[in-house]
């Protein structure tokens, strides 16, 4: 069979679940694989105890040869990959499908569905050179095991490792939307000596753009800004037009479902934010861009807390529905509710003990919050200029830290002395 190691370097991000075994136990065999399912189960033969499995579709893993192997599949229909089965490629058939048969114990976990197939290493994976693990040693397996949770030292485990995984990738794809954003946001103030308005005020007094179009060119999406007519609102049918290509920018991973054209990130607008309210009005409808830099301008001057004390841009709750040429986002008034709420900054990332929220400041650094913080700290964070100064060091709450880049998930049987064997995942 290939090696599956090759595959380590294009993960993203994993957690780390348990430690490594304890003294009188020992892993004996170990498979590394990614986040998402890598091979798929297409159908369900009970009474010849048989399946059918292809890959998924860009699947870094392939078939493994006919011989011993172990299938990783839920325990239950659509949880979370959490079961070691022993299995037996019978046949490889055409399309990269293998014939698979497992033993009764089994039965329950298999269904249809996502699953990852492979042969498993001896020991540890980065402990010692991998050495495939021999036949014998894999036919030694029962025919399932079962990933029991773990305290983590502060209550029980509300997310099993291949959930936090997922979690903290998805956090990572999101931090670097956030940054993305951030980047453009002081590539359009050194064009145009000031920040970009969240909202360009048409001559009819009302909101015609957001500053997520008016960003598109410092997102390489010059193209898309082209199909923009500025001279009608955001709701007009040639702009509706262009709002159903949200570029994936404005997208946060961590919200699952179809496409879409609700974006998951907002601008804190308000007297005392960086986005300050009416601050570019267009005279005409031909007066764009002329009117960027007519009349009041509001650049990195303004921000007399400092920009590393000053967020700029933040998730914003599903429940909003914003769509991304829509002039809407987040209003710093007395109606602020904080974190967590519709009309406050969404908190949408799962972590271990809560959710949070991630915010980008007016330095390009992007950092979670706690669904925990209090509305008033993190108001003091939303100013430009109260003069306040906040620790930001305890502002992430439990669970919401980095996770270890250099390695993926992996599947770990482990042994004790008496010679029973458990799964582990982490």
């Known amino acids: 069979m290939r090696s599956t190691l090759g595959v380590a370097h294009g993960l993203l991000l994993a957690v780390a679940f348990a430690g490594a075994a304890s003294a009188d136990e020992r892993v004996v065999m170990s498979y590394p694989y990614s986040l998402e399912p890598t091979h798929r189960i297409v159908a369900v033969d009970a009474a010849r105890r048989e399946v059918r499995i292809e890959s998924a579709e860009r699947a870094m893993f392939s078939i493994p040869a006919e011989g011993q192997a172990v299938l990783v599949v839920p325990s239950k229909p659509g949880g979370q990959l959490d079961s070691l089965v022993r299995v037996t490629v019978e046949e490889i058939l055409e399309g990269n499908v293998a014939v698979a048969t497992f033993g009764p114990g089994a039965i329950p976990a298999i269904h ?8 498993p290493f001896a020991g540890l994976i980065g402990e010692r050179p991998p050495a495939t693990a ?4 894999i036919r030694s397996l029962p025919d399932l095991l079962v990933a029991k949770a773990k305290s983590t030292g502060n209550g029980p485990s509300d997310l099993n490792p291949i959930a936090k995984a997922r979690a903290a990738a998805r956090r990572a794809a999101s931090s670097n939307h956030l940054k993305q954003i951030a980047l453009a946001f002081h ?13 360009v005020i048409g001559p009819d007094g009302k909101p015609w753009h957001s500053w997520r179009v008016l960003l598109l060119p410092y997102l390489q999406e010059n193209e898309l800004y082209k199909q923009y007519d500025f001279s009608q609102p955001w709701d007009s049918p040639k702009n509706l037009a262009v709002a159903e290509k ?6 946060d991973p961590a919200r699952e479902g179809p496409p879409d054209t609700f974006t998951d990130y907002a601008a804190i607008t308000g007297e005392d934010a960086i986005f300050q309210p009416d601050v570019v009005t267009m005279t ?12 009041k301008k509001v650049g990195l001057a303004s921000v007399t807390d400092g920009t590393s004390n000053t967020i700029a841009f933040a998730t914003v709750d599903p429940a909003r529905k914003t769509p991304w040429t829509k002039p809407e ?5 007395d109606a602020f509710t904080g974190i967590g709420k519709p009309a406050g900054i969404g908190a949408i990332h799962p972590v271990e003990g809560g959710r949070v929220g991630l915010t980008a400041f007016a330095d390009g650094s992007v950092q979670t919050l706690a669904d925990s913080v209090e509305t008033d700290t993190l108001r003091k964070l939303l100013t430009r200029a109260g003069g306040e100064v906040v620790d930001r060091s305890d502002l992430d709450g439990p669970g919401a830290g980095p996770a270890d880049p250099d390695r993926p998930p ?4 482990i042994a004790a002395d008496d010679g029973t064997l458990r799964l582990e995942i982490d």
């Open 112 to 119: 249809e569905g996502p699953a990852v197939l492979g042969r």
């Open 134 to 137: 021999t036949t014998k040693a």
């Open 187 to 199: 590539i359009f103030h050194d064009a145009y000596g000031c920040f970009p308005p969240a909202a």
């Open 246 to 251: 949200m570029p994936k920018v404005f997208r």
């Open 284 to 295: 005409s409808a031909d007066d764009f861009p002329a009117c960027l830099t007519a009349g």
């Open 329 to 333: 986002d987040i209003v710093l008034d």
């Open 410 to 413: 992996m599947v770990k049987v």
